[in-house]
């Protein structure tokens, strides 16, 4: 692929939030210790294992964070969708966050939630760390800053791009705990791809991204409203419904058997909960719809749509913090 120009490349933002893709090992066959082991680098490090970054976009490091995804929650969210829309104001013609793969699609999420200016975000990280052999990292990086840099994708949103795929943050899931191929879209597959030759878009989302652009502040996020993801099994009592309550949960994600159907005992459980003012959200815990069906709608339940219950509990949340009623939280889950 001949890249243009120096001098008219494209400004991209990369943003870089730990995770796989920020750390390095002594050992260049440690592709599982790692996390602990090994330490996590500055964005300036990273960078300069790939300089053919130089040749696709004029980049901008921002070090943001240097954590295991697992510790990015709705504090570090908010906080990078402020970052994002300071560096866009300064000019950024497009966004890469460099993000540990376990919440990468919860982050890319909500950002698809809060985000709906034209300018592209681009989610990546990696499977194996950039110290170790055939690591996927700095193709991973490569890739991403194509698709930012590139101008068919302005007004897609927030995507996820590993593995030479393209996906759209709302369908996006991580699939395998190893494999390069982990992010997947179960029913969907991605939107384009990324080839030697260029970017390749196939589909455009059809989902409206930014329904909370405007109605979230972040001041609120500091007091979202507790949800609770309640993970069906064979023989559950529903005794986790009724510890989610206990607690103060104003909202409860059943993540059932498919298509989307709790144990009788949840079931009991989550009408009591319902009866005492929480709203519910039924998922499934495979991939999927779970359909309007006529029991949900006459016990007041919402369909999850095709949202993973992760997914749900961000959406139902963010409904919640924006006072939404039941009829708008369904219709969230319709039409986001």
Not at 257 to 281: C, K, M, S, Y
Request: charged fraction near 20%; include cysteine.
């Amino acid at each position: 692929m001949i890249e243009k120009a120096a001098k008219s490349l494209p400004k991209i933002a990369v943003i870089a939030c730990g995770g796989t893709i920020g750390s390095v090992s002594p050992d260049t066959l440690d592709v599982v210790d790692y996390p602990e082991q090994g330490k996590k680098v500055p964005v300036a490090a990273l960078l300069a294992r790939v300089p053919e970054a130089a040749r696709i976009a004029g980049v901008q490091g921002v070090d943001f964070s240097a954590v295991s995804s697992s510790a990015i929650g709705p504090a570090e969210w908010l906080e990078l969708r402020a970052t994002i829309e300071r560096l866009v104001h300064e000019g950024a013609q497009g966004i890469v966050v460099l993000h540990g793969t376990g919440t990468l699609e919860e982050t890319a999420f909500f950002l698809h939630l809060v985000w709906s200016g034209a300018v592209p975000i681009v989610l990546t990280g990696a499977q194996r760390p950039p110290s170790a052999v055939s690591s996927d990292a700095g193709m991973n990086l490569i890739s991403s800053l194509r698709v930012a840099a590139d101008p068919a994708s302005r007004g897609k949103g927030v995507m996820v791009v590993l593995n030479d795929e393209i996906f759209p943050a709302r369908d996006v899931v991580k699939t395998s705990t190893f494999r390069l191929q982990t992010f997947q879209a179960p029913g969907l597959g991605p939107i384009g791809c990324v080839d030697g030759d260029g970017v390749f878009f196939r589909r455009t989302p059809v989902n409206a991204g930014g329904i909370f652009s405007n109605t979230i502040a972040q001041q609120t996020i500091a007091a979202w409203p507790r949800v609770d993801v309640v993970y069906s099994y064979a023989g559950a009592d529903g005794m986790m419904v009724d510890a989610a309550v206990k607690a103060g949960a104003r909202g409860i994600v059943s993540a059932g058997f498919a298509p989307g159907i709790p144990t009788p005992a949840e079931r009991d459980r989550l009408n009591a909960a319902l009866a005492a003012g929480v709203v519910v959200i039924q998922a499934s815990r495979a991939a999927g719809r779970v359909a309007r069906r006529r029991a949900l709608a006459e016990s007041g339940i919402i369909a999850g749509e095709d949202f993973s219950p992760q997914k749900a509990r961000i959406l139902l949340s963010l409904c919640l913090a924006a006072g939404f009623d039941h009829d708008r939280i369904a219709a969230a889950f319709r039409d986001c």
